[in-house]
């Protein structure tokens, strides 16, 4: 099967760095995925990462390390906006179709 | 382009009904995935549909069933329903099945509320 852990909740100020932290344990690894998901809305897709690696993408950067089946988002510059659920997912070619495992989210508020 | 779209928006049965949420995929997209996310947690995977198959089912019982149509629309049905299936149940729509990148793109979802 397939395990992901992720903080539940973390703070940070405006205009501050918040790195989110997730863990997982899967066999046949292809693909991590961030979601971003603000409350009672869908999520939205955030990076991608199958290499090792820094993927940037603007104020957020996502890093993956297969060998130690352990990722991070990277947020910088934070906007009060930013405050949501981010979900980190994985995906393996021995699940069947495009199935994605997520964790239970990490909640960031950011504080003014 | 028109995202995925998710009808209703809010329903509220009572225990034992059976209920039918709709998912249209974005445009292009073949693949359609249904999640359950109760509250504070992260969505858990139901089942997939490819080209009007099911491609993949996560642990749910078998009263979770679904259908997919030719124009790739998607049913999510539930029998029998128990106060647990009170979430948000989300529909994802990806242009391919399994395919080396294939993010997959949310709805808005449909929060069921089982009294």
């Known amino acids: 099967g397939q395990n992901i852990d992720q903080p539940t909740e973390m703070t940070a100020t405006e205009g501050a760095i918040v790195q989110i932290n997730c863990t997982y344990q899967t066999s046949g690894f292809n693909g991590l995925f961030w979601y971003q998901q603000h409350a009672g809305e869908a999520p939205t897709f955030l990076s991608y990462?199958?290499?090792?690696g820094l993927e940037e993408k603007g104020r957020f950067s996502s890093f993956l390390s297969r060998s130690k089946g352990y990722s991070y988002l990277l947020l910088k510059e934070l906007q009060m906006k930013d405050s949501a659920s981010y979900l980190c997912?994985?995906?393996?070619?021995?699940?069947?179709?495009?199935?994605?495992?997520f964790g239970g989210g990490t909640r960031v508020l950011v504080k003014p | 382009e028109t995202g995925v779209t998710q009808s209703p928006t809010h329903l509220i049965k009572t225990r034992g009904q059976q209920v039918t949420l709709r998912c249209s995929s974005q445009s292009g997209h073949n693949t359609v995935s249904w999640y359950q996310q109760a509250l504070g947690q992260g969505p858990q995977f139901i089942f997939q549909?490819?080209?009007?198959?099911?491609?993949g089912r996560g642990n749910f019982p078998p009263r979770f069933s679904g259908l997919q149509f030719p124009n790739y629309s998607s049913e999510l049905n539930v029998n029998a329903l128990e106060l647990d299936d009170s979430a948000l149940y989300l529909c994802?729509?990806?242009?391919?099945?399994?395919?080396?990148?294939?993010?997959?793109?949310f709805g808005p979802g449909t929060r069921l509320t089982v009294l």
């Open positions: 990462n199958v290499l090792d």
């Open positions: 549909y490819y080209r009007e198959e099911e491609n």
């Open positions: 994802a729509s990806s242009p391919t099945s399994g395919g080396a990148y294939g993010e997959q793109f």
């Open positions: 997912a994985v995906r393996s070619y021995k699940a069947a179709g495009n199935k994605l495992t």
